[in-house]
């Protein structure tokens, strides 16, 4: 036992030079980094940077290698970040706030290197919205929705979160099941934000927190790579498991009752407050 109340969770893959970046600094928190058989010296810069480091024989993704991590943390928090992200200490007490009042998952806004907010929040997936997201024209503009951010002082409900940096109380994690293992890299957010709106957990982003993102996305090339043949293998996952937000049936608001009742509007204050957890999920 570390003593600290937050696990902070950082899968790596050949990430030495962005930790290096990011990660220096004071942590009173657990950091446990796990390496997916990185062929860089991301394991050892981690140690050097204050890090328990899980070293895998093998890439095993980024679900299960959170998983891994989720067995080893001590915290009564879990925030899990990507090796891109700068996190600030003192936001933690923030979220931990948050989470306590209202549990479920939620994240800090995050800022571009720019310091332009980044929409790590999100609408539901619908796979139209998913093309607008990509600046296809007219769609990007039938779904200006989906991309959400907080401003400061506000907390708003999203259908989910970006995984680059998602917290949540360490026990609602593992009654959630942890991250799916079916996706080894892309759309396993997605698919966890949804999971926990129908399990009663409500999923928010917290303008209060803002943390840098230094974001570089291995898809955003027009070129074919071997990242795209995993967001493809993702994608066909995702929607085989969750049809309605590409075909339309069934339709999503039947099926995610609660989510899109709240999706967008404000988390209020006190939890009281809050619309109550429904029943068990809609069949279908």
Request: charged content about 20%.
């Amino acid at each position: 036992m570390t003593g600290h109340r937050w696990s902070v969770v950082t899968v790596t893959y050949n990430s030495a030079d962005t930790l290096r970046r990011c990660w220096r600094g004071e942590k009173p928190y657990e950091w446990i980094v796990v390496d997916n058989a990185s062929s860089d010296d991301s394991a050892t810069v981690a140690e050097q940077l204050g890090a328990r480091v899980v070293r895998l024989p093998e890439n095993v993704g980024f679900s299960r290698a959170n998983n891994v991590a989720v067995r080893e943390a001590a915290g009564r928090y879990l925030l899990f970040a990507n090796p891109d992200l700068e996190v600030h200490p003192d936001g933690l007490d923030v979220l931990a706030r948050h989470l306590d009042a209202h549990g479920g998952l939620v994240a800090p806004q995050l800022l571009t290197s720019e310091g332009v907010p980044q929409p790590n929040g999100r609408g539901f997936p619908y796979a139209t919205a998913k093309l607008g997201n990509r600046r296809l024209w007219p769609l990007s503009r039938l779904h200006a929705s989906y991309r959400m951010v907080a401003e400061p002082g506000e907390v708003r409900y999203v259908a989910w979160l970006m995984g680059a940096a998602v917290a949540g109380r360490t026990a609602d994690v593992i009654e959630l099941g942890g991250w799916n293992e079916r996706f080894f890299l892309y759309y396993e957010d997605h698919e966890l934000g949804l999971r926990a709106w129908q399990r009663g957990f409500p999923v928010a982003l917290l303008g209060d927190v803002r943390w840098t993102h230094h974001w570089a996305r291995a898809t955003n090339s027009v070129r074919w790579s071997p990242a795209h043949t995993l967001e493809l293998r993702s994608a066909r996952t995702f929607f085989g498991m969750f049809p309605e937000f590409l075909v339309g049936l069934p339709p999503a608001a039947r099926r995610h009752r609660r989510a899109a009742r709240l999706i967008g509007s404000p988390v209020p204050a006190s939890p009281a407050e809050a619309v109550p957890a429904p029943g068990p999920p809609a069949a279908g």
